[in-house]
């Protein structure tokens, strides 16, 4: 017997891809088992997606007895494509705000706040349909190491609410395939990390690869530039309110690190599919 099909979006941000699925009243997908996620992301026998957005209401959320989602009405459920949780996604945020705006489920022309597990973030649309979301404050840590097989880089610790590693290399082929994650310091990243490897490509001005925890090399990753951005402004000695232009294979990001220390990250949303499934 067929399983009950249930609804689902495609959608992106800078080409990192995500399956949003509805369950306002949180009754669709449960705890959203990490089968179900996995089945959904993999990119031969499901829909395909670097993860899961899962739309529900704050007031359904089983996390909310651990005070996680308490000051916003919808909450974003990110889940990586092997079905492990995260705090944050910088590019679903965006991608979950536009869903939002487009369903009607929040005012047009007001800001969107979108609970995560690192906390609200506040999304505003620009006039040229981009999305720009405060992403907080970010926690500059000490230098750590990561591998690539023989390879290895000193690397800046960023936190932005998710772990970040953060390392300049010459190349940035030199990393190479990355079908492996990259070693790291356990001791330093007992949750995993994800790690940027980022060359300069002029004044406030660089590019970059990223190794996602739980999803592999992607196409971009809104809090991984973040990070990339700090650090190199933190190199730079650059001035807050400086903007970092940030490049990525799928796309670019705009992140600005303002004078009261929090991250205004802008880049495009877009939507590309709505059906129906019954993967996982
Ligand atoms: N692609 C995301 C980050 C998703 C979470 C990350 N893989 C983690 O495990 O922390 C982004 O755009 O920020």
């Known amino acids: 017997m067929r399983s009950q099909p249930y609804p689902f979006l495609k959608g992106h941000g800078t080409q990192n891809d995500f399956v949003l699925l509805p ?19 993999d990119r031969r026998a499901g829909l395909g997606a ?5 739309v529900i209401r704050s007031s359904a959320l089983a996390e909310r007895e651990a005070g996680i989602g308490v000051d916003s009405e919808w909450f974003m459920d990110y889940r990586n494509a092997d079905g492990s949780v995260s705090e944050m996604c910088g590019n679903g945020v965006r991608v979950f705000a536009l869903h939002l705006l487009e369903e009607g489920l929040v005012p047009a022309g007001e ?3 979108v609970g995560s597990r690192d906390g609200v973030k506040v999304v505003t649309v620009e006039p040229d349909g981009q999305l ?28 932005v609410g998710n772990p970040h590693a953060v390392a300049f290399v010459d190349d940035l082929a030199d ?8 070693g790291h ?35 971009s990753c809104g809090t991984g530039a973040c990070a990339v951005a700090v650090a190199t402004a933190d190199l730079d000695d650059a001035p807050r309110g400086e903007t970092y232009t940030v490049d990525l294979p799928g796309g670019t990001l705009l992140v600005r690190w303002t004078d009261d220390d ?19």
């Open 23 to 41: 369950d306002h009243e949180g009754q669709v997908h449960g705890s959203l088992p990490a089968g179900r996620v996995r089945a959904l992301c």
């Open 50 to 54: 670097d993860g899961v957005l899962r």
């Open 111 to 113: 800001p969107i706040r």
């Open 132 to 159: 720009t979301v405060d992403m907080g404050t970010p926690r500059l840590l000490d230098e750590t190491t990561v591998t690539v097989g023989e390879r290895s880089w000193t690397a800046r610790h960023v936190d």
């Open 175 to 182: 990393a190479g395939p990355l079908t492996d994650a990259p």
């Open 185 to 219: 310091d356990p001791a330093v990243y007992p949750a995993g990390v994800n790690v940027e490897f980022v060359v300069r490509r002029g004044p406030r001005h660089v590019a970059m690869r990223v190794h996602e925890r739980g999803s592999g090399e992607t196409r």
């Open 262 to 280: 929090r991250m205004l990250m802008t880049g495009p949303a877009v939507l590309v599919a709505w059906g129906a499934t019954t993967l996982g």
